[in-house]
């Protein structure tokens, strides 16, 4: 979801929907009626187009690359649910194995060997997992690894990053240069500290002027919510060793990395290891899912064997279980990495030309399957640079793909995502409709 206030309360959100290329009546007379009953319509609020304005659409089904709306329309869709479809939509495999738990129970309230089994599948993909936990959102990861960062070091303060999104707890909104929300008391707000992504002096001076106060660092080692940010060259070692010589945990917050990039994660293309991971999204093939897992010693200090609490009804259910299980085993195989890099390399290929014809700039970036195709002057590399990315321009573009059938996520800023479902005549045809949204942009 798109997570900084600047594009959330777009003070004139653009509404560049142009003539409907397609008939979606019924999708028109659903929202109408869905937002007597849901606030705005949406159970998400990026779900409404807040940020490019116009109507969303609903959808009835997805399979494998594409999505299928109400009023029987087709789409190729890179929204990829803001993450989890990285084998696509409802992949087989998955859908079968989650069909099977669910006749067996779809939760039980107790052990179940499928945690078992996935939590061994999480250790042996990420190394820097030993011992790991299963909650039902990044959301919960996050909330969670960070109350056991404060409750195992003792210490109040975290430390994030300006345009780096965590979920909605109340710890990671607490800030308003960033997602900022009502109802955070003011004390949460003294107790998260911001500094900018990729400025490791701004780090320094922060841990520095907090001396034995900061728990943890928190940080999307790539962002994807105010673009998509790789981080500088050795950046994220050189978090690693700010971190040390302070004392402070670091929280990698991999729930859109963690799988995507690689099978062990950023971590696992970056070589850098962190104290704690949170996973969620493509850990699961589509099934609702959160983990966060490190280091034995720290891990062991949550109940029953130590003092910091976490507990959840749905928490390692079997058939959330059953879809991670059987993602995890797809992705084992090297092949869907090669596959997702190959067709996210031919779409960037593709889209670079028709940049070059292109009368305003634009910045391709991507990592792996996470790419967005960003209307600014110069390449993005922090939250105040993506300040000067034209909301407007990308509401045309994504109203025009949209009306041609290409699902894009409905945000300026958030990373799109190649799932391993996509064909390479997927891409020519998704080339082709960018050209023509970008000649009517
Ligand atoms: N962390 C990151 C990096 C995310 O991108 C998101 C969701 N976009 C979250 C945490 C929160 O995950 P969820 O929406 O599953 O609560």
Redesign the pocket.
């Known amino acids: 979801?798109p997570h900084n206030s600047k594009h959330l309360c777009h003070p004139e959100a653009p509404s560049a929907e142009g003539p409907l290329l397609r008939p979606l009546p019924k999708s028109r007379l659903l929202a109408h009626e869905i937002s007597q009953y849901i606030p705005g319509g949406v159970d998400s609020p990026f779900r409404a187009f807040n940020e490019v304005g116009g109507h969303t659409i609903f959808f009835q089904s997805g399979s494998g690359a594409y999505l299928y709306d109400v009023d029987g329309n087709k789409y190729i869709d890179y929204l990829g649910a803001?993450?989890p479809a990285i084998l696509g939509h409802a992949p087989p495999s998955v859908v079968s194995a989650c069909q099977a738990a669910i006749a067996q129970g779809a939760v039980i309230g107790a052990s179940h060997e499928s945690e078992l089994e996935l939590a061994k599948l999480v250790c042996q993909a990420v190394p820097s997992i030993e011992k790991v936990r299963f909650v039902n959102?990044?959301?919960e990861a996050?909330m969670s690894a960070v109350r056991l960062a404060r409750g195992y070091k003792k210490r109040d303060l975290i430390i994030m990053f300006e345009g780096c999104?965590?979920?909605h707890s109340d710890s990671v909104l607490a800030s308003d240069k960033h997602t900022s929300s009502s109802g955070i008391p003011g004390s949460f707000k003294q107790n998260t500290l911001l500094v900018p992504f990729n400025d490791l002096q701004a780090l320094k001076d922060c841990l520095k002027a907090h001396t034995k106060q900061v728990a943890a660092i928190l940080i999307?080692p790539v962002a994807?919510?105010m673009g998509v940010i790789p981080p500088k060259p050795d950046y994220l070692e050189g978090v690693r060793q700010l971190a040390n010589q302070h004392d402070a945990l670091i929280i990698f917050?991999e729930?859109?990395t963690g799988f995507r990039l690689a099978y062990g994660g950023a971590q696992a293309l970056y070589n850098v290891t962190p104290d704690l991971t949170?996973l969620?999204?493509a850990l699961a093939g589509g099934m609702p899912i959160?983990a966060y897992g490190g280091k034995k010693e720290i891990m062991d200090r949550l109940l029953p064997l130590g003092d910091v609490y976490q507990a959840g009804t749905f928490s390692g259910n079997p058939v959330t279980m059953a879809g991670g299980i059987e993602t995890l085993r797809a992705l084992a195989n090297p092949d869907n990495y090669t596959r997702l890099e190959a067709r996210t390399h031919q779409l960037f290929e593709g889209v670079a030309q028709i940049a070059k014809t292109f009368s305003s700039p634009l910045q391709l970036q991507r990592v792996g399957s996470m790419f967005s195709i960003l209307f600014a002057p110069k390449p993005v590399t922090n939250f105040q640079e993506s300040l000067a990315i034209d909301a407007h321009k990308f509401a045309k573009f994504f109203h025009a793909l949209l009306a041609a059938g290409i699902n894009l996520p409905p945000s300026a800023v958030d990373a799109a995502c190649v799932s391993a479902a996509h064909s390479t005549a997927d891409i020519d045809e998704t080339i082709k409709l960018i050209s023509q949204a970008l000649k009517s942009s």
Do not use: A, R
Request: negative net charge; proline residues 0%.
């Open positions: 979801m803001w993450g959102s990044g959301t996050v999104y965590h979920g999307e994807g919510s917050d729930v859109i949170c969620g999204k959160g």
